[in-house]
């Protein structure tokens, strides 16, 4: 008997939601987009006949209390991560939320606690954990490979201007590079490292008020000292890349994030130096086809729950050390 199909409801007519739900879910016959909502009606409209999307909400409470909605896509900015992930929570929808989970560590907890209480998956969309690529790199760390890890670093740079409307450079919706873009080495190293960071040191080139373009962190990871950084400035090359250095050898993969679009793993073992590209569909097929089975029964995906908590409370953490506000603080 075939499987019911997963319909997903959108929060937001966003620049992110075809790629990262819109696509993956038209390649499956088991998941649809059905309805859409965002403060413009006409631009929500006009999003849900270019998608090919059946309805329009009128508001996005109506949205997420749609019974025949099963799956919620927050792609909204992060100041309406919690509190509209937890509506749906209580709505009694599954939510799948855009990074970064909420705009800080308590609101993060709270949609925890809700997701708990509920019986419903609350999901953040750290889209590259799912890629075989990230797999095998934990694959690779955990053999012991490498050796006792003795150094880790990882960066995300991608320019992303001032303009009107951005919310980057936004700090009462959440803006700010290392929310935007240093949450993802942020995520890296904690998974590679297997334990949550001691944060030593951090330093922001600050924009607007309380926006940071670039964010450099000294961290710890049970002993093992890391460095995280992140930069959205103008004229900034895009990198994406992490290193991780053992007392055998050393892994460098460039492009982790996208790795679909091109990546490469460098291992050095004793001087013997390989590279792989692992296969894999995009990041965000991984990504949906975790929740549809975790929807379905299966295992919890692992970009939510504790795993959420301890992001938000490291970069509240960074963000203090840098001498900025959490968001929302």
């Not at 987009?33 to 109506?62: K, L, P, W």
């Not at 590079?177 to 334990?195: F, K, Q, T």
């Amino acid at each position: 008997m075939a499987e019911r199909v997963v319909r997903v409801g959108l929060l937001g007519a966003s620049q992110i939601a075809p790629l990262a739900i819109i696509a993956p879910a038209a390649k499956r016959d088991d998941v649809e987009v059905v309805s859409v909502a965002a403060r413009d009606q006409e631009r929500a409209a006009g999003f849900a006949a270019e998608h090919g999307i059946a309805r329009v909400a009128s508001t996005y409470e109506e949205l997420v209390s749609d019974p025949e909605i099963d799956l919620i896509y927050n792609g909204l900015p992060p100041v309406s991560h919690a509190p509209l992930s937890v509506a749906a929570l209580k709505a009694g929808r599954h939510v799948l939320c855009e990074k970064p989970f909420a705009m800080n560590a308590s609101e993060a907890r709270h949609m925890v606690e809700v997701a708990l209480q509920t019986g419903r998956l609350c999901v953040e969309g750290f889209h590259y954990f799912y890629h075989p690529l990230f797999v095998r790199v934990l694959e690779i760390v955990r053999s012991g490979k490498l050796g006792p890890l003795v150094a880790m670093s990882a960066a995300f740079d991608v320019e992303i201007p001032d303009v009107a409307g951005n919310i980057r450079h936004d700090l009462a919706l959440g803006g700010g590079a290392l929310m935007d873009l240093g949450c993802y080495p942020l995520h890296m190293l904690r998974h590679i490292a297997g334990s949550e960071p001691q944060v030593l040191s951090a330093s922001a080139k600050v924009g607007r008020p309380g926006i940071d373009l670039s964010m450099d962190a000294e961290l710890q990871f049970s002993g093992i000292p890391a460095r995280i950084s992140c930069d959205m400035s103008t004229g900034v090359a895009i990198r994406a890349e992490f290193e991780v250095i053992g007392q055998k050898g050393r892994l460098h993969v460039n492009n982790p994030i996208h790795p679909y679009l091109g990546h490469q793993l460098s291992l050095v073992v004793d001087g013997d130096e390989r590279t792989e590209q692992v296969e894999g569909q995009s990041t965000f097929d991984h990504q949906l086809d975790s929740v549809v089975q975790a929807i379905r029964g299966g295992p919890a995906p692992h970009t939510g729950g504790a795993d959420a908590v301890a992001n938000m409370e490291a970069i509240d953490a960074i963000y203090t050390a840098a001498g900025l506000s959490p968001r929302g603080v």
